[in-house]
C-alpha cells in the first residue's frame, strides 16, 4: 500500500481553514490533509473587534474545527505550534492545557508538504509597558478575554457613575472599527435601561502616522476620522506612545493620555515560531520570504497570509497583511499545490486588488472599488459599503461550507437577530 503524501496547513484563519476545506474535497485518496490550531473553533479575523466589543458572540460566529474537519475530510490537531523541524520534516506541538490540566502531551505532526497560514499578532516594536499593560485582539481567545475585561468594566463604570476610559493604539482597520464597536455597545446597554452609558464611554484612537487607514484613499481616511469624532471619539494622529503604565499611555512628547483599558493594534508580527525556523529568509516582523508559487526557500514548505511575505513583479512592497490577500492565496494554493506537488509547472500568483471596506459599526462604513473592473478607484459609503463589507463575510462562509449550508447560517444569522438583544452583555 502506497503512503498518502501528508499536507499539513499551520492556522484555521481566513486562509488556513479555507484550503484546508477545499483541500480535503479535492484531495485524491493518494494525499492526507491535517490543520493545526490552538483555539477549538474558527473565527474570521476581521470579525474579531465584533466580538471583542461584544456586539456579536464567539460562539454564535464560530465554526467548530473538529466538527467542520470530520465533514470536510481533513484530520484537525488542536495545540500551539513551538516549532517547525525541516529534517525530519516535523510540527513540534506543545502540551495541551485545558483548564489547568494536560489534555495532550507534547508531540509531533509529520509533513510532506507544509503550508504555513498562522496569521499574525499585534508588533509593540520593543515599546516599554505594552506586554503587561496592553490588551490584543489578535485572536478568538484574545478577543473573548477583552469582551469579559470591558463587560466588567464598564458595569463598575456604570455602578460608580464615572467614565471609563479605553485607548486605542493603531488606526489601522482594527483599531478604527474596534472604537466604532465600543461606541455601538454602550449605546447597546444604554437602550437596555443604562441610562447615560454612551457618555461614561470615553475612547480615544491613537495613530503614529499623520492619518488613520493610511492604506486606504485619503478621502476614506477624513471621512472615516471625521464619522469617528461625531461619535465622539477623540482621534490622535502624529502621536506616537513611548510607554504604556497602568493608568494609560505616554506619548513621545511626554503628554500622558488616562485609559483604564488600553488596547494595542499597532503593527504586523508573525508569530515566535517563524522565527525560529532555520535557513528560512525572513523579513525584519519574521514574515517569511516567498516565491511566484508561495513556496519558501524550502521546496516542501509554503507561507500565505499575513506570516508570509510576497512582493510582486513590478511592485516596490510586499503585498499588504489583509484577508483579501490571504483568501486569494487560499485559493491559488487550494487549485495549484497538488499539481506542483506532482511536481508539474504551474502559473505563478498574482494578486488583483478589488477594494477595501471599512465597517464603523451600524453607524457607517467607507470603502474603495480597487483597480480592477469599470469603477477603478471608485468611493463608496453607507448602506451599500456596509451591504459590501457583509457580503465578504457571506462569501468566506459559502466558501467553507459550501452555498446552501452558507445561505442556512445567513438565514439563521438573520432570524436570530430579530429574536435576540443586539450584542454580548449579559
Known amino acids: 500500500m502506497v503512503e498518502k503524501h501528508k499536507i499539513v496547513i499551520v492556522g484555521g484563519g481566513v486562509a488556513g481553514l479555507d484550503l484546508a476545506t477545499q483541500l480535503?474535497?479535492?484531495?485524491?485518496d493518494a494525499f492526507s490533509v491535517t490543520l493545526i490550531d490552538r483555539e477549538p473553533s474558527h473565527v474570521w479575523k476581521p470579525m474579531l473587534h465584533t466580538i471583542a466589543a461584544g456586539t456579536q458572540d464567539a460562539e454564535i460566529q464560530g465554526t467548530s474545527y473538529m466538527v467542520h474537519a470530520a465533514a470536510k475530510g481533513f484530520v484537525f490537531h488542536p495545540g500551539e505550534v513551538i516549532a517547525i523541524d525541516r529534517s525530519p520534516r516535523h510540527?513540534?506541538?506543545?502540551?495541551?492545557i485545558l483548564h489547568g490540566e494536560e489534555t495532550l502531551p507534547a508531540r509531533a505532526v509529520q509533513y510532506d508538504s507544509l503550508i504555513l497560514a498562522a496569521g499574525s499578532k499585534a508588533n509593540d516594536f520593543g515599546t516599554p509597558g505594552v506586554k503587561k499593560h496592553c490588551l490584543t485582539i489578535d485572536s478568538r481567545a484574545d478577543a473573548i478575554a477583552f469582551n469579559d475585561r470591558l463587560r466588567a468594566r464598564l458595569l463598575k463604570a456604570l455602578s460608580e457613575r464615572r467614565v471609563l476610559s479605553v485607548a486605542i493604539v493603531g488606526g489601522g482597520a482594527t483599531g478604527v472599527e474596534l472604537a466604532a464597536e465600543l461606541i455601538q455597545i454602550a449605546d447597546v446597554v444604554e437602550h437596555f435601561g443604562a441610562t447615560g452609558a454612551r457618555k461614561q464611554m470615553h475612547v480615544t484612537l491613537i495613530?503614529?502616522?499623520n492619518r488613520i487607514l493610511a492604506p486606504f484613499?485619503?478621502?476614506?481616511?477624513?471621512?472615516a476620522q471625521r464619522s469617528l469624532e461625531a461619535l465622539g471619539i477623540v482621534v490622535?494622529?502624529?502621536?506616537?506612545?513611548?510607554?504604556?503604565?497602568?493608568?494609560?499611555l505616554v506619548l513621545g512628547s511626554g503628554e500622558q493620555v488616562a485609559a483604564e483599558l488600553?488596547?494595542?493594534?499597532?503593527?504586523?508580527?508573525?508569530?515566535?515560531?517563524?522565527?525560529?525556523i532555520e535557513g528560512l529568509k525572513r523579513t525584519m516582523n519574521h514574515q517569511l520570504s516567498v516565491g511566484p508559487t508561495l513556496v519558501t526557500d524550502d521546496p516542501h514548505i509554503f507561507a500565505i497570509g499575513d506570516c508570509?511575505?510576497?512582493?510582486?513583479a513590478g511592485d516596490d512592497r510586499p503585498l499588504p497583511t489583509t484577508a483579501q490577500v490571504a483568501f486569494q492565496q487560499s485559493v491559488y494554493l487550494s487549485k495549484y499545490l497538488l499539481p506542483m506537488i506532482k511536481q508539474r509547472p504551474v502559473p505563478g500568483f498574482r494578486y488583483h486588488d478589488f477594494g477595501s471596506l471599512v465597517a464603523l459599526g451600524r453607524y457607517d462604513a467607507y470603502g474603495s472599488l480597487g483597480r480592477v473592473g469599470i469603477f477603478k478607484g471608485g468611493f463608496i459609503r453607507g448602506k451599500i459599503a456596509q451591504l459590501g463589507h457583509a457580503l465578504l463575510y457571506r462569501r468566506h462562509q459559502g466558501r467553507i461550507h459550501g452555498m446552501f449550508r452558507g445561505s442556512l447560517i445567513w438565514l439563521l444569522d438573520v432570524l436570530s437577530r430579530r429574536v435576540r438583544p443586539s450584542g454580548r452583555f449579559s
Do not use: Y
Request: proline share 9%.
Open 24 to 28: 480535503g474535497r479535492r484531495a485524491p
Open 91 to 96: 510540527v513540534r506541538l506543545a502540551p495541551l
Open 207 to 209: 495613530e503614529a502616522g
Open 217 to 223: 484613499p485619503e478621502r476614506i481616511s477624513h471621512e
Open 236 to 248: 490622535r494622529t502624529s502621536a506616537k506612545v513611548s510607554s504604556a503604565e497602568p493608568g494609560g
Open 262 to 276: 488600553k488596547v494595542w493594534a499597532a503593527g504586523v508580527q508573525a508569530p515566535e515560531f517563524c522565527e525560529k
Open 308 to 312: 508570509a511575505s510576497f512582493t510582486q
